[in-house]
């Protein structure tokens, strides 16, 4: 039975789903929409309403039968469930053209994700700025996560340099690595690491294309040995 | 029952290891490694070594008991379950921040995947080469995919112009699409979407990060009421 003041365990599934929830509910929020129904959300979401149901329960009673979802209170309740409701502090790690494009862009900010630093190895960088972002030699690395109380350390760098990076971190308070490289990372259960690994993203797309074409020839096939009459 | 020359459906959970068996015999193959055992593959990959075995069984029947694997011959079929032993022509649509660091990547190509053009708007971007790699007018994509016979489009364009360029490209010969718009695509199935939803990534982060910090939080509260002796 589950204690009071303990953590419901909710699935990585459920969770990958509350970033929509967040912006969607954020959208209508902005278009002044006051309350909306599991239905509705499911139109725009694409989820059925049965799912969206049983996912928001996981946090909490939010809906009433007959009223939906109070919008301005849900979107409240799904952003400290996902801790956008305190800022957080980022570095970038390595600026190189992905690094840059990453400190280039101004979307994480309205989420309150600060980009305050990004280190850099390459003299002719370090110095320079990114939108006001300073670049700094990777040497200063650990001081500054610990002197400004970074939270979240973005890695650009190549892959034959993370694990050494990663060592450095982990002696940091650091909490997340938001990790760009193709490198697993192996890191104490303290520091929580989310993979963007972009090269597994292109070959899934590459494995569905090519199962298609494999479809359609085995398709052709078919039809040349049974032809429509 | 299986048909011959059906085929056989797997679960997106095994489609996503594969890339990942595929560049760890890449990496055995160049240190002229001949065979490796599950047990092997287990100990580099962190996944246990029954479920590699499983894994791999989806695909056919490539090890040998006592024996292992032949890693040049399951490299080699991975590399056809991937649709990498063809190569792939890419165009990256939208040349903002995104799109050049994308395009400056030389990575894509070691796997066969050429960009051969990049499309925006902007007339001071229009005409310009990124890596040897031009970036043209948005109208005349539609033709130059066609033309070209360009299999993946990457999306790096702005939220509100997704809806336009998608229906647009829908009419082509395009037969995949990379969108790392936070739009989520509709389109006719035969055009496979894969998305990397930036966003979603670095909530799903800070979701757990947060999650961490209320255990942290929890644990103190307990401690408070009892104490260690």
């Not at 320079?128 to 996560?145: A, K, L």
């Amino acid at each position: 039975m589950e204690q009071p003041g303990e953590i419901k365990k909710v699935s990585m599934a459920v969770i990958k789903r509350l970033p929509k929830y967040y912006q969607h509910l954020g959208n209508l929020l902005r278009d002044n929409v006051e309350r909306v129904s599991s239905q509705e959300l499911s139109k725009i979401l694409g989820f059925t309403a049965s799912q969206i149901r049983q996912d928001l329960n996981n946090f909490g009673e939010f809906g009433q039968q007959g009223y939906g979802y109070n919008v301005s209170q849900l979107y409240t309740e799904i952003s400290k469930i996902l801790g956008l409701n305190t800022s957080h502090k980022m570095v970038i790690i390595g600026a190189g053209n992905l690094g840059q494009a990453l400190a280039k862009y101004t979307g994480f900010g309205i989420y309150g994700f600060d980009i305050i630093a990004i280190f850099d190895t390459n003299p002719n960088l370090v110095g320079r700025e990114i939108r006001d972002i300073p670049i700094y030699p990777v040497e200063d690395m650990e001081y500054f996560i610990n002197e400004n109380d970074v939270d979240i350390a973005v890695l650009t760098i190549p892959k034959d340099k993370t694990k050494k990076i990663v060592k450095a971190i982990s002696k940091t308070c650091i909490r997340g690595i938001w990790n760009f490289t193709p490198v697993e990372i192996k890191i104490n259960e303290n520091i929580i690491v989310e993979n963007v690994h972009l090269i597994d993203s292109l070959f899934t797309l590459s494995y569905h294309i090519n199962e298609g074409m494999l479809q359609e020839r085995l398709l052709k096939q078919k039809r040349k040995i049974f032809p429509s009459p």
